[in-house]
């Protein structure tokens, strides 16, 4: 069919004389789509009317249509099946030019935002490879909207505690802060609540107070709204993670820092600006940031283990031998582990991602092997022991390395003898043990009976005989 362009240079071709033939020629026509024109007289487009086969059909197709749950594949066949020739193409061409079962296109429109105004953030599921091994990571992205600087970290998993270490970074790289922050409805941020109701955690909306933005959330299925973040994850992907091998979290956190820097550096097309370039006009408009900003933490209750181990995350982080069995508050910061037993007694880790169930050990938290661990303070017994008979310390320090028994069950044996028995046959019969090198406690204890039989229980005004 001709165009309403081709319709008018025919009509003015012959009106200056030219013929058909030559006209037909010159336009590469056939004579007879020239003659067509020439007789209707009109540049207009003739419209076509010829019935359509699915017509006859209509409200049996926007029947089945919603019995077949929209499956025009399933309406062709039902169709069918009840006896109309009709084509699957034709009927498809005819749901189309009706609008039934099609979604209406609706024009995209943009966003505009004013410097200073907004930050997106987001997070997206990416692989990594680290120190040899893959991992599977979050990626969590921050993007101004009106100068596009972009700022990237990657993390094992993304909590809460993840989030607010990263929005401080954010906002420390971008120098300042926006008035309102967009996320995605991330359960990460929000209490309860979507889009314009949503309502925020109160520890994320004290944080957020504290560097005076707000959080808001996009409607639900409005994933336009937040596009200028959801844009760089591809470029993230296939551009700074492709091919790239990293030795571990920090030194990937540290080349993504300084990817972000020349990213940020590069002129874009589709801006027909520099990053940098657009931010030196919207630094100005941020909110300065506060003269102190408090180092992100969360705080954690451990037991040390009987190995003398803290456990966090599946990873354990030695303390002193000391402390086993004690409880220690563990504080958790972005790049170190203070494990604190009390205000003089901390330790302090550098905090490891990954891999799990892996232990941090720190040279002073483990002699040297055969050595032991050397108690500067007596047992709780031994001290006992020492303070009621002193006379009998060596005694007591010979029976710990020679003694056959557990020394804390021997001791607890030899404060039990003092207690219960007379002063004078207790140290007479312990001497007689140290001089002949006896360590065997029944056998002190007999020796100490022996001698309470002889000289408090006297029968018939006998004298006492000689020590056995």
């Not at 893959?134 to 909207?145: H, N």
């Not at 989030?163 to 926006?178: E, H, I, N, Q, R």
């Not at 303070?377 to 010979?398: F, K, M, S, T």
């Not at 030899?414 to 360590?439: I, M, Q, S, T």
Request: charge should be positive; aromatic fraction near 8%.
């Amino acid at each position: 069919m001709l165009s309403q362009s081709q319709r008018t240079t025919i009509l003015e071709l012959n009106a200056r004389g030219i013929s058909t033939r030559e006209i037909a020629r010159a336009m590469k026509l056939s004579r007879l789509s020239v003659r067509k024109v020439l007789r209707s007289g009109s540049d207009a487009v003739p419209e076509i009317h010829r019935p359509e086969k699915a017509e006859p059909y209509r409200q049996q197709i926007l029947e089945l249509l919603t019995a077949c749950r929209g499956n025009l594949v399933r309406v062709h066949e039902e169709l069918v099946t009840g006896g109309a020739a009709l084509s699957y193409a034709a009927l498809t061409a005819f749901c189309r030019r009706h609008d039934i079962g099609q979604t209406p296109a609706v024009p995209a429109g943009q966003y505009h935002f004013d410097p200073g105004v907004e930050m997106q953030h987001d997070t997206s599921p990416h692989e990594v490879r680290i120190d040899g091994r893959q991992y599977k990571a979050q990626t969590a992205s921050a993007v101004l909207c009106y100068s596009r600087m972009l700022f990237f970290q990657i993390y094992p998993a993304f909590q809460r505690f993840d989030c607010k270490v990263f929005l401080t970074d954010a906002l420390k790289y971008m120098s300042g802060a926006p008035e309102q922050v967009m996320i995605d409805n991330t359960h990460v941020v929000v209490l309860r609540g979507t889009g314009s109701e949503m309502i925020p955690v109160p520890e994320m909306e004290a944080f957020a107070e504290r560097f005076g933005f707000r959080f808001m959330a996009h409607e639900r299925g409005d994933a336009n709204r937040s596009a200028r973040v959801e844009r760089p994850f591809s470029f993230i992907e296939n551009n700074f993670l492709a091919g790239r091998a990293f030795a571990g979290w920090d030194d990937l956190n540290k080349q993504a820092r300084q990817w972000c820097d020349r990213v940020n550096s590069t002129y874009k097309k589709h801006l027909r600006a520099v990053p940098r370039e657009l931010f030196a006009v919207e630094r100005p408009r941020l909110k300065p940031l506060p003269a102190w900003i408090p180092e992100v933490y969360r705080l954690h209750e451990r037991t040390v283990d009987v190995e003398g181990y803290v456990s966090l995350h599946s990873v354990r982080y030695s303390v002193p031998v000391s402390w086993i069995g004690r409880r220690a508050e563990v504080r958790e910061t972005s790049d170190r582990i203070e494990i604190q037993l009390d205000a003089r007694h901390i330790v302090r880790h550098a905090r490891t991602l990954a891999p799990q169930q892996m232990r941090v050990t720190l040279p002073e938290h483990r002699p040297p092997r055969g050595e032991g661990v050397k108690r500067s303070d007596r047992h709780p017994e031994e001290q006992a022991i020492v303070e009621a008979a002193p006379a009998i310390a060596a005694y007591v320090a010979a029976l710990k390395q020679k003694g056959r028994k557990v020394p804390a069950l021997a001791l607890r044996q030899l404060l039990r003898l003092l207690k219960e028995y007379p002063r004078e046959p207790f140290l007479a019969a312990v001497a007689e043990a140290a001089r002949y090198g006896l360590y065997d406690l029944e056998r002190v204890e007999r020796m100490i009976l022996r001698r309470v039989a002889r000289d408090y229980f006297l029968l018939g005004g006998t004298e006492p005989d000689g020590d056995d």
